[in-house]
């Protein structure tokens, strides 16, 4: 009897001894699987957005973030205080667009032939379409011969029967201001001026410009009408899209042209002539540093105009000078070129232009939700125009000093939804913020239930 009580006590002891060693193992296992999981919450792997994704998250940047083509700049900074002889002026940094001077820039004035710019924008979009090509051989319509041309016309001088190509055309537009050639190019794209001009007028309107309107190609009419600020927009647009342009067509110093085979037949016999020489309307080609476009224009109504760009250093600006003074041509040149080079040696000397950073998608835990990490990206990504504030640096040097600081907090919890603002990326120099960057949320992450909102937040205690 007293045997089978202390066997089976002795099983008993046993039983608790292995339950409180298997309760333990299982403690262990558990605390184990515990710690791998908090580990893993903490350090979630870089996540691969699907195309859904990305999709869905550059619509709600879109929305979230408009792009703007003309902005202020930044930061704050006292309005410099240049001496120009137009009535109208902006200056902007053609990366980002950001203001760096302007003068009576909401003014509405006629644009006169910088309108061409805005003509060969339509055509290269009909090019990119595949529908035309520069090598194509365009007709000549009776309006875009030179002897029907208005009196004080600037010519490209076609004639009945010349073989002229569509890139030909282009040159007679950027080089020679060919009004003739404008009307060329309308006919042959749209089948006639009205057509061309309408489809001019909606560019203007899918690109925002609520006061450029056209009602012709060529610039002559005072009823086309714009803005030195939206002008500039436009201009920022068409070198972003068409950045060949420039080196092609709108740095050609000058341009020759009947050549022999633009003749028509009946002209190439014995023709003794030779090509009508005509230099570049833009008279800063050569003469400013850097300076590879774009287009004057002037009729009486609009004065002196031009829509200028140059580039030093990775640094591209483009301003717009309307309604120069002038009593004739040299006069009104000698104006229009010193307040571009007043605007362009400015700017290259009180700024630069700092490249936009690249970032890989920071990668955040989430507590408390169905998934536990969140891509995270800045909201906006582009250069930065920099401010000369660093005593002997260049503008480029300065560039160069600039740093950065990402703010982001340690793990975010619960529902996230797609463009939520999660931190920020700070951009300094010489302890001066140039610019804020809000990162936000790329991906959705729905809220978890209770039970997985109560581990993550003991599993969080780990970290």
């Known amino acids: 009897m007293m045997n089978d009580m202390k066997t089976k006590q002795n099983h008993l002891s046993n039983i608790v001894k292995y339950s409180t060693l298997a309760g333990v193992l299982v403690g262990i296992i558990l605390a184990i699987i515990f710690l791998v999981y908090s580990n893993k919450l903490a350090n979630p792997e870089q996540i691969i957005l699907s195309a859904e994704e990305k999709l869905a998250f550059e619509q709600t940047i879109a929305n979230l973030y408009p792009t703007q083509n003309i902005q202020p700049l930044p930061y704050p900074v006292t309005p410099a205080q240049l001496e120009l002889y137009c009535d109208s002026a902006i200056l902007i940094d053609a990366s980002n667009g950001c203001i760096l001077y302007e003068k009576n820039a909401d003014e509405i004035i006629p644009p006169a032939s910088m309108t061409k710019l805005v003509v060969m924008y339509v055509v290269f979009q009909e090019i990119e379409t595949g529908r035309i090509s520069l090598q194509d051989i365009v007709p000549l319509p009776p309006e875009s011969w030179a002897i029907n041309a208005p ?77 030195a600020r939206e002008f500039a927009a436009f201009t920022k647009v068409y070198i972003e899209r068409y950045p060949e342009a420039l080196d092609k067509f709108h740095s050609q110093k000058s341009i020759s042209y009947p050549q022999q085979h633009n003749l028509a037949p009946w002209h190439k016999e014995n023709n003794t002539e030779q090509p009508i020489f005509q230099p570049s309307t833009n008279k800063l080609l050569g003469v400013l540093e850097g300076c590879d476009g774009l287009k004057t224009g002037f009729i009486f109504e609009s004065g002196y105009n031009l829509s200028l760009t140059a580039k030093r250093n990775g640094s591209r600006y483009i301003s717009i000078t309307m309604k120069g003074p002038g009593s004739g041509s040299v006069e009104g040149n000698r104006y229009r070129v010193a307040d571009a080079t007043t605007l362009m040696e400015w700017a290259f000397t009180c700024f630069a232009t700092r490249p936009r950073d690249t970032f890989e998608p920071f990668t955040l835990p989430v507590l408390g939700g169905t998934k536990n990490a969140v891509a995270v990206l800045p909201a906006k990504n582009q250069s930065l125009t920099v401010p000369a504030i660093v005593p002997q640096q260049t503008p480029n040097q300065t560039a160069k000093d600039v740093t950065y600081t990402v703010t982001l907090p340690t793990f975010v919890q619960g529902e996230i939804a797609c463009g939520d603002v999660i931190g920020k990326i700070t951009y300094e120099l010489a302890g001066t913020t140039l610019a804020e960057i809000p990162l936000v949320a790329v991906n959705n992450v729905a809220q978890s239930n209770w039970f997985k909102k109560a581990i993550d937040k003991v599993a969080s205690v780990f970290w």
């Open 151 to 227: 009196p004080m016309s600037s010519l490209m001088f076609l004639g009945e029967g010349q073989n002229v190509t569509l890139e030909e055309l282009l040159l007679g537009l950027a080089v020679a201001s060919g009004n003739d050639a404008a009307i060329a190019v309308a006919h042959y794209v749209s089948g006639s001026v009205e057509n061309f001009v309408e489809r001019m007028n909606q560019e203007m309107q899918n690109l925002g410009l609520k006061n450029t309107r056209f009602v012709e190609p060529s610039g002559y009419s005072e009823l086309n009408l714009t803005t």
